[in-house]
């Protein structure tokens, strides 16, 4: 490893070197940082993507390698800090390659993570369960030919704790069905609270009318559930929340792949 390291510095000297002559060596050494991070970011993508790590994607891989190469991290940032908070923004260029359906230039995907301390709405809104919670967020959207963005899906944690809790999370819509339903809690009442205090609560919402764009422009030869799974693959948030599986027992019920398909023809 020092080896490759002495490579590295000995060509990046020589480069700045040879642009030492119209611009300066610190703008040169900005400019290779920030291509640097990145290439690093664009890599880090398609090692998630070659990884395959929810296990979904092994039917879509003609797919999956186009996507690759037509993929480019044009921007990101993340920031963590020790008060509880981290920020990940990102955005993923897919460049139209002829084989794109109504796009001249190309498609962006947005990512946007946050994870902080909930806000006193928010902590009321889950019945004060989460005076040392946790909110996440989670949403992409999607444009085309740098048209207007679509929110293409959303997800959102509200944890009991600063991690994901031990009990399983419940969504969100499930506790408003069991307010409406006063009369059917008389002895129960005690345990579905001590429940509801000590699990997580998520929601989740993917737009099929971007989706379809999102399959329509790319023209990616694959079904809804494999293209979330692949848009979920993208490694622009913390992987200790199960967004993925949030996303996907929402949308889906939880179902296998085969299930979603089935799902899909059915609606068809």
């Keep these: 490893m020092s080896d490759l390291k002495e490579s590295v510095r000995s060509a990046i000297s020589a480069f700045v070197g040879s642009q030492s002559d119209t611009h300066l060596k610190a703008d040169v050494l900005r400019i290779i940082r920030d291509q640097a991070t990145l290439l690093y970011e664009s890599q880090v993508v398609c090692d998630a993507l070659d990884a395959d790590p929810m296990e979904e994607l092994a039917n879509v891989k003609l797919q999956v390698s186009r996507v690759k190469n037509i993929m480019e991290v044009i921007s990101c940032s993340r920031t963590v800090t020790d008060e509880g908070q981290c920020l990940i923004d990102a955005v993923v260029e897919l460049r139209n390659d002829d084989s794109m359906k109504g796009v001249k230039s190309n498609i962006q995907v947005t990512f946007h993570y946050e994870r902080r301390p909930p806000t006193p709405e928010e902590n009321q809104m889950t019945k004060g369960n989460m005076e040392d919670g946790t909110h996440v967020s989670y949403w992409l959207d999607l444009s ?9 899906l959303t997800i959102e944690v509200w944890a009991i704790g600063q991690g994901p809790s031990m009990e ?5 819509e499930m506790d408003a069905m069991e307010e409406e339903d006063e009369e059917d809690k008389v002895e129960s009442e005690s345990v579905n609270d001590k429940e509801n205090t000590l699990c997580d609560k998520f929601a989740a919402y993917v737009d099929p009318d971007v989706l379809d764009n999102f399959l329509d422009w790319t023209n990616l030869d694959m079904d809804h559930g494999a293209s979330i799974f692949l848009l979920m693959t993208f490694p622009f948030y913390e992987h200790e929340w199960d967004l993925a599986g949030f996303l996907i027992d929402t949308v889906f019920g939880g179902g296998s792949d085969e299930e979603l398909e089935e799902d899909e023809m059915s609606e068809e």
């Design 144 to 152: 085309r030919d740098y048209g207007e963005r679509e929110r293409l």
């Design 168 to 172: 399983e999370a419940r969504p969100l």
